[in-house]
């Protein structure tokens, strides 16, 4: 190849193209010389080397803090639990939902409005609404937080054999369930106990609040607070349950909506046609709800039958699915699934 | 390093209910690489589970790594590396940081963990790779990636259930060269599950065999091929004059067209061979002694337990179908 076809201004001919598509020979060799196709040498890069390891394998709190830090930090980052991108945008809406009688309850101090206060501000009503308000925050929040959460927690497991990882390591199936549970259990309690905590941080904050407000409230306080841990604990339980019969993601979240939105349903119903509230003892929400107005000391909703009845009937929902959840971890495969 | 056993069992034995997966098994798997082989049903995965501590064995006593199968499975666990069968790994999440978790499961430092993830993968091949989700992975890299995870804690023993299964040829070379840098160049022990006879063979000096839950044999592969050894000759004309005579001199004997291979009795043998051959005017144009696969070994090991097993295709077979072929005619089995 000459100067003047690597020139810039010569002439596009594609020759220097077909010299590599054929060669650089000359086209006139013998027609009955056999062709080899040269096979390069690859230099060989890849050194295969075995890395001893000698150091400490840590004791079991270690092991089951793994298991919660996979789970918390991957809501956060890359790295840990995959959780999909709409569980984690919902999380956030709700998050910042949640908050909204908090950032009321400032504007409210930042007006001066009384009224306005009245309506958002720190009462016993509002701190039984933050936590078990049926509309929006148990139609539109934390029921379906729940549900995107334990989703996939048991049943994506089942699903991708990843359950083989935990039970071939030393991980008992009570750590691993337990472990489980307290992320997704912990995941809500973002979403409605730290909001819950900093609602009646606001007030302290907008009005300047002493001490002696703050012991008052506190017992309030701390009902509304295990309230909120009750319905936590109920909606984990039957949700881990039915990720624990699943191998999708699908059932056991449309399973809990339904269960928690179809008796609450069904006993409406029955409560408008008939009168008689007693349906209400198979509505998750709706045993929360009487448990939690109990405990907080506001007007109750259910008056044909004592809250203790629903105090019961929610150790029965949540015995039973702990339950069919250990029945069914207990069952679950290490060689195949 | 000590001579004494790294999977030890004795009159270990697993019932559910009347069935017994287990039966009364005497193994010592020393170490260096073991082949567990057996065909489905046989007991290979309660067998498994039943080492790994994670059910209790009906009867009799066990150790790993010196560690008793019945009351310390998660030492067990902690210091072994499980390879499963099927996936077990997330498909959302990227390889390093699948391997990370596997070895914080086991206690390690999530740094310490990220470390070992790197070189773990590095290991076997998939250090390119590492930042890829798992679901985009071939069968080979989920394989690898597998094998990574149980490596990471760099653990004396290594189980691995089907290696190389679904493999194409590339990535079952690759596979079968990391175990053999594993046993013999990081001196580490693997027990190998595996239903390629072929790939147990090049990995391993050991092998189990189980069959309906008991022990059908166990030891070095080059002892147990001694059973089997056979003289391989090729006949040029009166091959069937020739088959008659050595049966009728009670040889046993195989034949498929001009070649036949007769089983070696003694040192005689071969003169025995040449003499008949002589006798009824066959030409012997070859001779020599047949090398037996380990194919070879576990179908006259079938063989001798009565169980007429067809070929490796039959281990391939459900449990249940599996059962019905090889079962002697004595229990109403035998038919395809």
């Avoid at chain 1, 995941?187 to 819950?196: F, G, K």
């Avoid at chain 2, 798992?134 to 989920?142: A, C, Q, R, V």
């Avoid at chain 2, 009728?248 to 195989?254: E, I, T, Y």
Wanted: aromatic share 8%; proline share 4%.
């Amino acid at each position: 190849m000459n100067e003047d076809e690597t020139a810039p201004e010569a002439p596009v001919t594609g020759q220097g193209r077909m010299d590599v598509a054929w060669g650089a020979n000359t086209g006139d060799e013998h027609p009955e010389d056999v062709q080899h196709a040269s096979t390069p040498q690859s230099g060989e890069i890849f050194e295969q080397l075995y890395t001893p390891w000698t150091g400490q394998l840590n004791p079991r709190w270690m092991r089951n803090w793994s298991i919660l830090r996979h789970h918390l930090l991957g809501i956060f980052k890359k790295g840990h639990r995959p959780w999909t991108m709409p569980t984690r945008i919902f999380i956030l809406i709700a998050f910042l939902a949640s908050l909204a009688d908090a950032g009321m309850t400032l504007l409210s101090g930042v007006v001066g409005s009384s009224e306005f206060h009245s309506l958002f501000g720190v009462s016993r009503d509002n701190l039984y609404g933050h936590v078990l308000g049926f509309f929006p925050r148990n139609v539109l929040y934390y029921p379906l937080v729940a549900a995107l959460l334990v989703g996939g927690v048991i049943s994506e497991d089942r699903q991708h054999g990843t359950s083989a990882l935990y039970f071939s390591r030393p991980i008992s199936r009570f750590d691993y369930v337990g472990m489980k549970f307290l992320s997704v259990a912990l995941i809500q309690a973002l979403v409605i106990l730290v909001t819950y905590a900093l609602y009646f941080l606001a007030e302290v904050v907008a009005f300047g609040r002493g001490w002696a407000w703050m012991v008052d409230i506190f017992p309030m306080f701390l009902a509304g607070m295990f309230a909120g841990i009750l319905l936590i604990i109920t909606y984990t339980s039957i949700g881990l349950s039915l990720s624990s019969v699943s191998t999708g993601r699908f059932f056991p979240g449309i399973g809990l909506l339904a269960i928690v939105f179809g008796t609450k349903t069904l006993a409406s119903i029955v409560k408008n046609l008939f009168e008689r509230e007693i349906l209400y003892l198979i509505s998750p929400y709706d045993c929360v709800a009487h448990v939690g107005q109990a405990l907080i000391g506001t007007q109750t909703t259910y008056d044909q039958y004592s809250w203790t009845y629903s105090l019961v009937a929610l150790v029965a929902m949540n015995a039973l699915a702990l339950y069919v959840l250990a029945s069914r971890v207990a069952s679950m495969e290490v060689t195949r699934e | 390093m000590t001579d004494e056993p790294i999977i030890q069992t004795t009159s270990l034995t697993k019932a559910y209910g009347p069935h017994i997966a287990l039966d009364n098994l005497n193994i010592n798997i020393p170490r260096g690489a073991t082949g567990l082989l057996g065909q489905n049903g046989a007991g290979k995965s309660t067998f498994l589970k039943t080492i790994l501590g994670l059910i209790q064995a009906t009867s009799g006593e066990g150790s790993v790594l010196g560690y008793d199968i019945r009351h310390q499975g998660v030492e067990i666990r902690q210091r072994i590396g499980y390879m499963p069968e099927y996936d077990a790994l997330n498909p959302d999440m990227d390889a390093i940081h699948q391997v990370r978790y596997s070895g914080e499961l086991l206690g390690m430092n999530p740094v310490v963990a990220m470390n070992r993830a790197h070189e773990a993968l590095q290991f076997v091949g998939m250090g390119e790779q590492r930042y890829r989700e798992i679901g985009s992975f071939s069968t080979g890299m989920k394989q690898a990636t597998k094998l990574a995870c149980a490596i990471i804690h760099d653990p004396d023993l290594l189980i691995a259930d089907e290696p190389s299964n679904g493999l194409d040829m590339k990535a079952r070379e690759f596979m079968i060269s990391t175990l053999n840098t594993m046993v013999h160049g990081a001196n580490r022990s693997v027990l190998m599950a595996s239903h390629l006879m072929d790939d147990v063979e090049r990995v391993c000096e050991n092998i189990i065999l189980l069959h309906k839950g008991t022990l059908a044999a166990q030891g070095k592969i080059d002892d147990l091929k001694a059973i089997d050894r056979e003289i391989e000759i090729h006949v040029w004309g009166g091959a069937t004059p020739l088959e008659q005579r050595l049966l009728d001199q009670g040889f046993k004997v195989r034949r498929e067209g001009r070649v036949m291979r007769i089983a070696h009795t003694g040192e005689d043998t071969t003169s025995n061979i040449l003499q008949a051959a002589a006798d009824v005017g066959a030409q012997i144009r070859r001779m020599h002694e047949y090398e037996a696969s380990l194919e070879d070994l576990f179908l006259a090991i079938m063989d001798n337990l009565g169980y007429s097993v067809k070929s490796s295709e039959d281990l391939l077979r459900s449990p249940v179908e599996a059962r019905r072929v090889d079962a002697p005619e004595s229990l109403g089995g035998g038919a395809a």
